[in-house]
């Protein structure tokens, strides 16, 4: 997956950050994390500008988080939240954690959606509470893009910043660094794993158990 992050941003600059961006809203496991610093540290190299891959990454973010607010505001709660029970764990999605994004919508209203967008692993998901609530569509996209700004230029930033001193920074941590960074990847792969065995078991327990069945 790295490799082909890697690849999309180098390829086709803008236009691949932006539509890595969109994707991060429905294939939960393309993190920002590694996009936004990626697009930053090809701009350190002269391939974007810092300012463009910061506004389409946002907007890359904003209208792909579009289509989930839709899909939510058309299904509805009820009939939503069964399917997530049921399918989630294909997208490493889990009911908590959904209930977690909607617990903080209802805490700050509309607000929510902005906030949201500078919190790891809520920032995909408030869309969804949103499009149940029937929040505003221009407001969610305002908000949405408002808040996503603040957080691609955080780690663009980083990115960029590590591209503009990547040859002092490779005299350092040559080899050892590199064997640190493959060892990050090889955690993010065992946490992903765990991630899926813990939703399936807790899929198995709900329908094992006799409050499920009834």
């Given amino acids: 997956m790295l490799h082909w992050i890697v690849h999309l941003v180098g390829s086709l600059s803008y236009l691949g950050v932006g539509i890595l961006m969109a994707l991060e809203n429905v294939i939960l496991f393309i993190p920002s994390e590694v996009i936004m610093p990626l697009a930053g540290f090809t701009a350190a190299r002269g391939r974007m500008t810092l300012l463009g891959a910061i506004v389409v990454g946002a907007a ?33 999605l889990r009911k908590r954690d959904l209930e977690r994004a909607d617990a903080r919508f209802k805490r700050h209203g509309k607000f929510a959606v902005f906030i949201a967008q500078l919190l790891p692993g809520i920032r995909g998901l408030i869309a969804i509470p949103a499009g149940f609530e029937r929040m505003n569509a221009w407001l969610f996209v305002i908000m949405n893009f408002a808040g996503t700004v603040i957080w691609c230029a955080g780690l663009a930033a980083g990115g960029y910043a590590l591209g503009a001193n990547y040859r002092k920074i490779e005299e350092y941590i040559s080899p050892i660094g590199w064997g640190l960074l493959g060892l990050a990847i090889l955690a993010a792969v065992v946490w992903w794993v765990r991630r899926r065995r813990s939703a399936h078991r807790t899929q198995q327990a709900q329908h094992g158990s006799p409050i499920a069945r009834r």
């Fill in 60 to 92: 890359g973010s904003a209208i792909g988080a579009v289509p989930v607010y839709a899909l939510a505001r058309a299904v509805g709660e009820d009939r939503l939240m069964k399917w997530i029970q049921k399918h989630g764990r294909w997208l490493l």
